[in-house]
């Protein structure tokens, strides 16, 4: 749960399929709080506070970024108490919620200015100042060489070793760039850690993209979901291994995963539990990751009369699963599959499947590996009932 207007994170009772967590057999379900990165808003009220005594005069501007349209709440209540402490500064709304959803920021946000286009960014680094007292566990950067080079140089420099690289894809280039940013940086401390976390996929992988990523310091291989006629590309995963080890790379032995969707409309459990455990053998362990659709994307326009049923945007976020009455799968069955990757992830080969008894996702995963429709390699696993 996000915190509320007055910066405290409620406690709500929610009904049974709007959940994250069973609470015994009853109509109702828990959520665990979620808590939100950065100040809470009381804090961010004292801040502005602080910085308006401190400094005198008013700011003619202030700019708010934004990061997904369905979690705006946050966004709106940073605006009002920004207008409640700064007055007459014009404030400026950009990042993806204006650009997304332009008239749905207009109308809730009180903010002068809507950028509802992109803003070039390009060869500009981060300003880490900008942090003040709370400075970032790591930091985030994106494949162009320059800019990220100084962006490293700048985070080592603030005691900040590990690297995260957010990319649409990182083997742009047959590894190029990335192959530059890593030469350029592995030496400026020697516990300096790289996470690729996003944007690797698995048929990019060659030869030389494999020799770039075999570099020591990367600690950690997350590959997206590779899909080939609607069903996993699993001779992609099995080159992109046969690169890596080519090249130096230990699997098992590197953090090494792969992402599975779930959520996309149309799906059934069936299919997710079969690309979870194609994903587990072919690289050891998998992360779900939830889907949601990008407002104007090609999802919301095939399923437009579908969405415009979805009356609050915030339902729109990935974790709720607003595709989930598109499907047929309940949100119940849903939370299962990360109780059982959680299981899986933990307990790969020659282990029991005594879990999750009575559940959907237990008769599913049970009675596939016992006919082992989607055996891809020797089976090792069993099952006790």
């Not at 997304?100 to 300003?127: K, M, N």
């Not at 053998?281 to 009369?305: D, H, N, V």
């Not at 879990?355 to 891809?376: A, C, D, Y």
């Amino acid at each position: 749960m996000k915190p509320d207007a007055d910066g405290k994170v409620p406690h709500q009772r929610l009904a049974a399929d709007r959940q994250s967590r069973i609470v015994g057999n009853g109509d109702y379900a828990e959520r665990y709080p979620i808590w939100r990165f950065g100040r809470e808003y009381d804090a961010l009220t004292n801040w502005l506070v602080e910085q308006r005594s401190q400094r005198g005069a008013l700011p003619s501007q202030v700019w708010i970024t934004t990061l997904c349209s369905y979690w705006y709440q946050g966004v709106v209540h940073v605006c009002n108490r920004v207008r409640q402490q700064l007055g007459d500064a014009r404030l400026v709304l950009l990042g993806n919620y204006p650009q997304l959803l332009p008239d749905h920021a207009a109308s809730r946000c009180d903010s002068d200015i809507i950028v509802a286009s992109p803003v070039d960014v390009a060869g500009h680094s981060s300003d880490f100042d900008l942090y003040a007292d709370g400075r970032p566990p790591f930091a985030a950067v994106t494949l162009e060489p320059d800019v990220a080079i100084a962006e490293i140089k700048a985070a080592v420099e603030e005691g900040i070793t590990s690297v995260a690289f957010f990319s649409d894809d990182v083997c742009v280039d047959d590894g190029g760039p990335l192959g530059e940013i890593l030469r350029k940086t592995d030496h400026l401390h020697r516990h300096i850690k790289y996470h690729l976390i996003c944007g690797l996929h698995p048929a990019k992988v060659s030869r030389g993209v494999a020799d770039v990523l075999s570099n020591p310091h990367i600690e950690e291989l997350h590959f997206e979901e590779a899909d080939a006629d609607s069903a996993l590309d699993v001779e992609a995963y099995r080159r992109a291994i046969a690169n890596l080890q080519a090249a130096g790379v230990r699997i098992p032995g590197r953090d090494l995963s792969g992402f599975v969707w779930i959520g996309r409309p149309n799906e059934d459990l069936d299919g997710i539990i079969q690309r979870m455990i194609q994903v587990l053998r072919l690289l050891g362990s998998f992360i779900l990751k939830p889907f949601t659709p990008t407002p104007g994307g090609p999802e919301c326009k095939q399923y437009a009369e579908y969405l415009a049923r979805i009356e609050r945007h915030e339902d729109w976020s990935p974790h709720l699963f607003p595709f989930a009455e598109l499907n047929g799968i309940t949100r119940t069955d849903y939370n299962d599959l990360y109780r059982l990757a959680a299981f899986l992830n933990d307990k790969v080969r020659g282990q029991s499947f005594d879990f999750l008894k009575g559940t959907l996702g237990m008769r599913f995963i049970t009675e596939s590996i016992r006919r082992e429709v989607w055996n891809i390699e020797p089976n090792s696993l069993r099952v006790v009932d």
